[in-house]
DNA sequence: ATTAGCACTCATTCGAGTTGAGTGCTAATA
DNA sequence: TATTAGCACTCAACTCGAATGAGTGCTAAT
């Protein structure tokens, strides 16, 4: 079967409706509707059309329709390609600078989730390309030295090394000038063993705190496990009849409170990203790939602070959620970000 | 009316019985108990008094009755009171030494709900004495230097001061040393304005970035803000259908997400717990005196790493709690931490 | 002081009946 | 040939009353 233009409008009527009410809408409804003059008889017929294409379905038996997966998948990309929205009309969200990112990044997530009233996340941004920039060894007590590493972006990360031997200024000195000569500038491939046994040589005795210090530096290169992630608004989930029973409500809860599937379908995320510009993804029930959202749609974007620092913030609501307006709060907290940091 | 001995052991099978079923208890129920020998017409006239007194309630006439605060309270009283409760027959619970502090309380965090079935919340520890033990700037590129402060405990601050003029690292070098023979070992009493502003005139031009290193120290020290909370376990309280309807849980979802209400309780558990060693404290209800908390209680405990560095740790369940597995659980991980750090 | 007995209360459960929204099919209509 | 009116049918949701049973308070007997 075709999909045809009148088909279209009454999808697309049946899907408005019930992003609105929740409730299944029947053939009557849709026959009030003024710009398609069409008998519920009609549209009874065409719905049954629907149903077979598999748009649409019927909680039971003489109930009326509500959107399928592939439904609400035509009816988001539709409107996504609709035209490049306009963000004007918004209530204007205002993000401050905040010395701690970890603070920005919380009134981030709060915004999101008050102004659209569904749940939201955001994860810490992640550095893209990262080499070492600096490097301090510094003696902290007798036993043990406080290695510091600043990569590109200047992010810092501070690891303490125990030392077996006691050890003089001046052997850490010249440990730092060591490291430094060699390392600065380098990214994660460059660092190769080759390098690391020509350092280890020249360091003699010292071997073992080189090992540690370039331990730490592959650490706060790769910086895989400090991806962090900020949550608010999971109780809004509450205000959506069809994600408030218990079951499914506290496997949301607890999707949203252990991070860790959030890490997964980020990192996915993150990764599309870099095909097509900072497009906005729309997961929608099973397409999170996480089985406790099975219920949900989750909105994501991408947001850049300064050159290659780039994190993921989502929108998570029913399916029926108003996706214009979850795509339209992220872009505009998108732009805000970019101003954020760009200006300076 | 007089509370005796036949009242206390009647009111204790019926919080007994209560906390197991969650059902309302009748006398029937009670004059089972071969224990006391009554009738329920006993019983029943018994509870009546009770009911007067305070310690228990009927939800509707015709209902069994079920424990008040009041009797809550008791009850646990009683219960605290008894014995130091050895903790041996516990569930193994490892906690492995993370190298992140933040790794390690959201373990704690899960083992406390996985172990309890209830919420659990952890705090990060808050550092009590506090000398700053070590300070360095280093120049980390031509228009900043990098402030890294170790203060006691080996709590690393790292800081990006901007620097207006081109610095030499002589002119580096020099400042540390300044800085480092005047500042180190103090604590936020004893660095007083005097000091300060001898050191800056010492600085010459470079007063400026005295100041600002001055700055860093006092935030490091004190610390305030950053009071880390992790929570686990939220789900759980949707294992209770007294808690498990929308708008209960709804708010309790919220007090956990929300960090901030939690900050409170928990503050004002650890100044209490000055007083009186590492006791467990309970908050029955609304003694916690969050509103969406009046159905809940929490127990809560401190625990320490090292010297001075003490932190809360708490397990929120309904009322009908168990309590002696929640203080039994949170002083095995009491020890646990304690042991962990102690050791070394 | 305790208990047995009894009348009373009231939330909960169950099933039957009713309602109403919605369907699919068929035959009439444009 | 596409649309529509008409009609029988389905089924979740609601209402209502009866039955159930756990529990009470009171009174009189032990």
């Known amino acids: 079967m075709e999909m045809d233009e009148r088909k279209t409008r009454i999808l697309e009527a049946i899907i408005r409706n019930y992003l609105e009410t929740g409730e299944p809408v029947g053939s009557r409804t849709i026959s009030r509707y003024e710009d398609l003059k069409l008998s519920p008889a009609t549209i009874r017929n065409e719905m049954s059309d629907l149903e077979e294409m598999g748009y649409i379905l019927q909680p039971h038996t003489s109930a009326g329709r509500i959107p399928s997966d592939k439904g609400y998948r035509f ?3 539709r409107m996504m390609a609709d035209r490049e929205k306009e963000v004007s009309d918004m209530q204007e969200m205002v993000v401050r600078k905040a010395d701690q990112l970890s603070e920005l ?7 999101l989730a008050a102004n659209t009233n569904y749940a939201a996340a955001i994860s810490s941004p992640q550095i893209h390309r990262n080499k070492l920039k600096f490097l301090q060894l510094s003696k902290v007590d007798e036993g043990s030295l406080l290695a510091v590493i600043v990569v590109e972006g200047n992010i810092i990360k501070n690891k303490i090394i125990p030392t077996s031997s006691e050890m003089d200024n001046e052997t850490v000195l010249k440990l730092n000038l060591l490291l430094n000569t060699n390392l600065c500038g380098l990214s994660l491939e460059e660092i190769n063993l080759g390098l690391i046994t020509l350092i280890k040589e020249r360091a003699g005795i010292h071997s073992d705190i080189v090992a540690s ?3 730490a530096i592959a650490e706060a290169i790769t910086a895989e496990e400090d991806l962090e ?28 409170e252990e991070k860790n599937q959030l890490k997964e379908i980020i990192s996915e995320s993150l990764a599309l990203d870099n095909d097509n510009g900072h497009a906005i993804q729309v997961y929608i029930g099973h397409e999170s790939q996480i089985e406790s959202m099975k219920d949900c749609s989750v909105v994501t974007a991408t947001y850049e602070l300064e050159d290659g620092m780039r994190g993921m913030m989502s929108i998570i609501g029913p399916k029926r959620m108003d996706y214009e ?20």
């Open 213 to 215: 210090a370039i331990d």
């Open 75 to 77: 009816y988001v990309d």
């Open 105 to 111: 990044l919380k009134q981030v997530a709060k915004l």
């Open 229 to 256: 992630i900020y949550t608010s608004g999971a109780n809004n989930i509450f205000k959506y009849p069809e994600l408030a029973d218990n079951e499914k409500a506290s496997g949301i809860i607890s999707t949203l």
């Open 325 to 344: 307006k979850a795509a339209k709060t992220l872009k505009k907290l998108q732009e805000q970000l970019d101003a954020l940091y760009k200006k300076t």
